[in-house]
């Protein structure tokens, strides 16, 4: 991997990213297909078309269903899905925050009842790094446990201890997986994930050992699960500046595009997050003058497509009336056309925060859109 910032605009950085399945141009949305597909009918050959750099799977979901051994069989999924640039691998430590009922936590690792069918599975670093490297996607990110929000500081400082310890074997695991002759993929990257739930000393302590440990990217998780944006901007402020600038820094699970400009702004430059798909799913689409909500009944004659000036193939083609229609009539392809916008949506706006970093006049990018976005939000 090589990792090179371009340019710099304040805190915020340009940069670009060499895998070994292409270049990534950073800051980058990264399009989350959790099962290997983007909920809405969107296929491989749609993401490109929408300008997507990066898909992201989940480790977890795809242990459960179909199986890590099976796509392995296929050769990666890469090959099973159809998809020859960079995907992102979560480790399966969310879910242990999100099945905080059918789970317990121990020093080996967490002992799970599955979602679907209720059955019995344990995962534990060596078992997260074996999974993902089955996959052979091109990140694969640490295991970890996010903390509620809402924990005690006892309980994090012992969760984010036991974080650290967890990472350690993740990174010895995947160096033993890399050396292997039928790895699917021997240059896969590991990221180490920050924790400390919203104890601002815990995270910097964390973000200064795992610093140490040189690993080849850093995430910030544990954030837009519960707490306000504010106290998620102050985390930013505080950990940022404690990880590595040299390497991706990555927000997990964000957000909103208020978000995505506000942590651009700390020092961000990867980020991930369902609102976009499932928004779409629910005829909700973004737009540069606020989100819009299709089912409104003013838009039951509006012959205009979701946003004028858009290149995306729905307002190449479809009026707002049409789509509108679509959702009426409970027909698929209504969510598909409303994923399709709000993905390229997401991809054109990182777009222009590389444009507007690149050329030093980030600040005035982002006040400008937030502006337009809320006056259009009251309009709407």
Not at 30 to 59: C, F, H, P, W, Y
Not at 77 to 87: A, C, E, S
Not at 175 to 203: C, H, M, W
Request: glycine fraction near 8%; aromatic fraction near 8%; charged fraction near 25%.
């Amino acid at each position: 991997m090589e990792y090179k910032i371009l340019y710099k605009d304040g805190r915020a950085k340009r940069a670009e990213m060499k895998t070994a399945h292409g270049t990534i141009q950073t800051p980058v949305f990264m399009n989350v297909g959790t099962v290997g597909a983007i909920k809405g009918a969107v296929s491989t050959d749609d993401l490109k078309e929408i300008g997507t750099q990066v898909e992201l799977s989940n480790t977890y979901h795809l242990h459960v269903r179909t199986g890590d051994k099976l796509i392995k069989q296929f050769g990666g999924l890469h090959k099973f899905m159809h998809w020859d640039r960079p995907i992102l691998t979560d480790s399966g430590g969310f879910q242990v925050f999100s099945l905080s009922g059918l789970r317990k936590i121990k020093e080996e690792g967490v002992y799970f009842n599955s979602h679907i069918d209720g059955r019995k599975i344990f995962m534990g670093p060596e078992e997260s790094m074996q999974i993902q490297s089955n996959l052979g996607s091109t990140i694969a990110m640490a295991f970890d446990e996010c903390p509620s929000s809402v924990a005690s500081r006892e309980y994090v400082q012992a969760s984010v201890d036991r974080t650290t310890r967890w990472l350690v074997r993740c990174k010895e695991e995947m160096k033993r997986l890399n050396s292997l002759p039928d790895t699917v993929n021997r240059e896969q990257l590991l990221f180490g994930i920050n924790q400390g739930a919203v104890y601002d000393d815990i995270r910097i302590e964390h973000a200064k050992t795992i610093s140490e440990m040189d690993l080849d990217g850093y995430a910030v998780g544990g954030l837009a699960v519960g707490e306000t944006h504010d106290e998620m901007y102050r985390i930013l402020d505080s950990v940022v500046p404690y990880l590595p600038e040299d390497k991706p820094t990555y927000l997990m699970g964000v957000g909103t595009p208020a978000n995505i400009l506000e942590a651009v702004d700390r020092g961000v430059d990867f980020f991930d997050c369902v609102y976009p798909t499932r928004n779409g799913r629910h005829s909700h689409v973004y737009t540069n003058h606020g989100k819009m909500n299709l089912l409104n009944s003013k838009y039951e004659l509006d012959p205009r497509p979701l946003e004028e000036g858009c290149g995306c193939p729905a307002c190449r083609s479809y009026s707002r009336a049409y789509i509108r229609h679509l959702f009426k009539a409970k027909e698929m392809l209504g969510m598909r056309l409303c994923v399709l916008h709000n993905l390229y949506f997401y991809n054109k706006m990182m777009e222009e925060i590389r444009d507007a970093i690149e050329h030093h006049r980030y600040a005035e990018y982002k006040a400008a859109k937030l502006a337009g976005m809320m006056a259009g939000e009251e309009q709407n």
